[in-house]
T-cell receptor, first 116, second 113 residues
Framework: NAGVTQTPKFRILKIGQSMTLQCTQDMNHNYMYWYRQDPGMGLKLIYYSVGAGITDKGEVPNGYNVSRSTTEDFPLRLELAAPSQTSVYFC???????????????FGSGTRLTVV | QKEVEQDPGPLSVPEGAIVSLNCTYSNSAFQYFMWYRQYSRKGPELLMYTYSSGNKEDGRFTAQVDKSSKYISLFIRDSQPSDSATYLCAMSEGNTGFQKLVFGTGTRLLVSP
């Protein structure tokens, strides 16, 4: 199994440009998440989804949008890129909303985004 | 004050050493505690999980939770160069609600041969 696949791995954007970070999982997980990881800040939840057609905001949603039209895909959209969005973005999925071991929480390898 | 505090390191040790990684937290309602390992340019992977207080052992790894002190630890025995990674602690108040998981900033560990 591929697990959670993120594309692209690296991207440089100019201020004001838009882009979509892709995330696909092949584990038939209902729950999917987007995090950003900044030095000295830890992982912060941007958006999450509990199933196709259902999304909700996390801790730091401003400047981002998501959609979940299928179980497999959970793209993250940046509409007007700003330098503050320079970060490493991780997508994750799980088969339940629990936090216990065995709940299959799996991260992708990340997308490194630089906004200049 | 951050809800979860973790020394960023780096922590450098020779191969074979016992490593101690720690997190402190301020929210007394946290009950679920996890340690994630993150290799360079990779996503985090779950290493250890503990519910409430106590110890849990898995091979060379031992996780400890001291809720009275709001302090959790991860011990690595006989450390190997392959253990070189960033270790993130994470914790949650309840089981139903992964969206409320709070992560530490991570401690970078370097194990030299």
């Amino acid at each position: 199994n591929a697990g959670v696949t993120q594309t692209p791995k690296f991207r440089i954007l100019k201020i004001g440009q838009s882009m979509t970070l892709q995330c696909t999982q092949d584990m038939n997980h209902n729950y999917m998440y987007w995090y950003r990881q900044d030095p000295g800040m830890g992982l912060k939840l941007i958006y999450y989804s509990v199933g196709a057609g259902i999304t909700d905001k996390g801790e730091v949603p401003n400047g981002y949008n998501v959609s979940r039209s299928t179980t497999e895909d959970f793209p993250l959209r940046l509409e007007l890129a700003a330098p503050s969005q320079t970060s490493v973005y991780f997508c994750a999925s799980s088969y339940s909303r629990g936090v216990r071991e065995g709940d299959g929480y799996t991260f992708g390898s990340g997308t490194r985004l630089t906004v200049v | 004050q951050k809800e979860v505090e973790q020394d960023p390191g780096p922590l450098s040790v020779p191969e074979g050493a016992i490593v101690s990684l720690n997190c402190t937290y301020s929210n007394s309602a946290f009950q679920y505690f996890m340690w994630y390992r993150q290799y360079s340019r990779k996503g985090p992977e779950l290493l250890m999980y503990t519910y409430s207080s106590g110890n849990k052992e898995d091979g060379r790894f031992t996780a400890q939770v001291d809720k009275s002190s709001k302090y959790i630890s991860l011990f690595i025995r006989d450390s190997q160069p392959s253990d070189s990674a960033t270790y993130l602690c994470a914790m949650s108040e309840g089981n139903t609600g992964f969206q409320k998981l709070v992560f530490g900033t991570g401690t970078r560990l370097l194990v030299s041969p």
